[in-house]
């Protein structure tokens, strides 16, 4: 089965930092561009950044400067960097995978900002 397993989310003050982590399994990792999406209650999901399986970097205007994407292939696994945190930083945050037709999304975890 397809799956993607986030980690890494928690409670932190303003200021702070936090790794996430996604685990991609059952699929082809080298085929999919990886990507964290972000959501708040009232407000639409959005994209926070993605990686393609060669290392190319997209990243949203918002947090380009505090967080950073990548990838370690080998361990089919998509990471988040989040540094700077500030309370709008605060949402679900969603591991996707695309391929094609395909996308595949992990349950999320909460990232909470606040003192």
């Known amino acids: 089965q397809v799956q993607l397993v986030e980690s890494g989310g928690g409670l932190v003050q303003p200021g702070g930092s936090l790794k996430l982590s996604c685990v991609a399994s059952?699929?082809?990792?080298?085929?999919?561009?990886m990507g964290w999406y972000r959501q708040s209650p009232g407000r639409q999901r959005e994209l926070v950044a993605d990686?393609?399986?060669?290392?190319?970097?997209n990243t949203a205007d918002s947090v380009k400067d505090r967080f950073t994407i990548s990838r370690d292939n080998a361990k089919n696994t998509v990471y988040l960097q989040l540094n700077s945190l500030r309370s709008e930083d605060t949402a679900v945050y969603y591991c996707?995978?695309?391929?094609?037709?395909?996308?595949?999304w992990g349950q999320g975890t909460q990232v909470t900002v606040s003192s």
């Open positions: 059952g699929l082809t990792f080298s085929s999919y561009i």
């Open positions: 990686i393609t399986y060669g290392g190319r970097t």
């Open positions: 996707h995978g695309k391929w094609g037709p395909r996308d595949v």
